[in-house]
């Protein structure tokens, strides 16, 4: 019988032990966890996802205006609109590839999750030839009055040095194409 006691009280100080062991063990990955919600290289911010944003829409956006570009380049016979296209598309490649290369610089993967701009270039490519130059100029209007707002949204919306120093090169040349389309697009109607 003192067996049985002595046998039964060892096992409830394992017992406890076990649990005192579990807590403390509980606790202490609990303070791992608090540590990693403190430390900034584990938490994004509303400037990181407005940055990534940015990259991620103006390289969709100039992707398809690269894609309208040479389509009108080879569909149109008036020669202002090819003139416009290839300065278009030239341009566009110039704001891409840095547009690419910040975000690698910044480890953001720019993939092409925007699936509208094939349609819209469908409805391009599909275009009657009398009414390809009208489509064309509405379509590419309309894309950089975009890109436009999304330049100046960045603008206001981040204190990125470089990204600012991006706007500000790139967000003249964009007005003066979208004066450009505007004005081709006035003497066609």
């Keep these: 019988m003192k067996k049985i006691q002595v046998l039964k009280a060892a096992f409830f100080k394992v017992l406890i032990l076990l649990i005192m062991i ?7 990955n609990n303070s791992i ?12 911010n509303e400037e990181e996802e407005t940055t990534a944003f940015f990259f991620i829409e103006t390289a ?27 300065n278009i598309e030239r341009h566009q490649n110039r704001l891409l590839q840095e547009i690419t290369e910040l ?35 509405n379509s590419m209007k ?9 330049l100046e949204t960045v603008s206001n919306e981040t204190n990125d040095k470089i990204i600012l120093k991006l706007v500000l090169k790139y967000l003249p040349e964009q007005f ?4 450009e389309t505007e004005r081709i697009s006035n003497e066609k109607n």
């Design 22 to 28: 579990c807590v403390s063990s509980c606790r202490q």
């Design 33 to 44: 966890e608090n540590t990693l919600k403190k430390n900034e290289a584990f938490t994004k």
């Design 60 to 86: 969709n956006l100039g992707k398809t205006i690269i894609s309208k570009s040479q389509i009108a380049q080879q569909k149109s016979s008036d020669n202002s609109i090819v003139i416009l296209g290839k």
């Design 103 to 137: 975000a690698n610089k910044k480890l953001i993967i720019i993939s092409e999750i925007n699936a509208t701009h094939r349609r819209d270039t469908y409805e391009l490519i599909t275009a009657s030839p009398k009414d390809f130059n009208k489509v064309y100029l």
């Design 142 to 150: 309309e894309c950089l009055e975009q890109q436009i707002k999304l």
């Design 176 to 179: 003066d194409l979208l004066r």
